[in-house]
């Protein structure tokens, strides 16, 4: 059993797991285009706080942020290491050959949850959730809860 967090703003928790937002993000993500559906989840609640920093200018922008933690069962989960991805797959913006890799993953259906190493945290890692395949429904996902930051971040 994985347990994976995630960490979005209040406005978009009652659809924090349907993929909209990283279908819809005009340049797409790192591991998915525009228009795949994708969630993506960190193997730990410190790295996914990381992953959306890095996105805003400080911390501050993150008071509107709540979390949600999920388990997935192993089996449903398949794996990349650094040595499976491209040698540009850590480039900003993100490079069309990761986002190749999230999409074709997509498609082919071979799994509900693609693991990748994080860029932000190197040996940690993210999870990709697949939200339109068949074993998604197995994931238990607990939240929302509100992200408590300490003042000294903020």
């Given amino acids: 059993m994985q347990t994976v967090w995630r960490i979005v703003r209040l406005q978009h928790a009652a659809s924090a797991f349907s993929g ?3 279908r819809r993000a005009k340049f797409g993500g790192r591991f998915n285009s ?10 730990t609640a410190a790295l996914a706080l990381l992953e959306v920093r890095v996105h805003v200018v400080s911390f501050r922008g ?3 942020r709540v979390f949600f933690e999920a388990d997935i069962d192993d089996d449903i989960i398949e794996y990349l290491s650094e040595t ?22 997509v498609a082919s259906g071979r799994s509900a949850v693609l693991c990748v190493p994080s860029v932000v945290v190197p040996g940690h890692f993210n999870f990709l959730l697949n939200p339109s395949h068949p074993d998604y429904s197995r ?11 300490d003042p000294r971040l903020i």
């Fill in 84 to 105: 499976d991805l491209p040698a540009d797959w850590r480039d900003l913006p993100a490079s069309r050959s990761t986002q190749r890799i999230g999409d074709e993953w």
């Fill in 139 to 149: 994931i238990v996902i607990r939240g929302p809860h509100a992200v408590n930051f």
């Fill in 20 to 22: 909209d937002g990283a």
């Fill in 34 to 43: 525009h228009g795949t559906a994708l969630v993506y989840t960190s193997d």
């Fill in 62 to 64: 993150m008071r509107d």
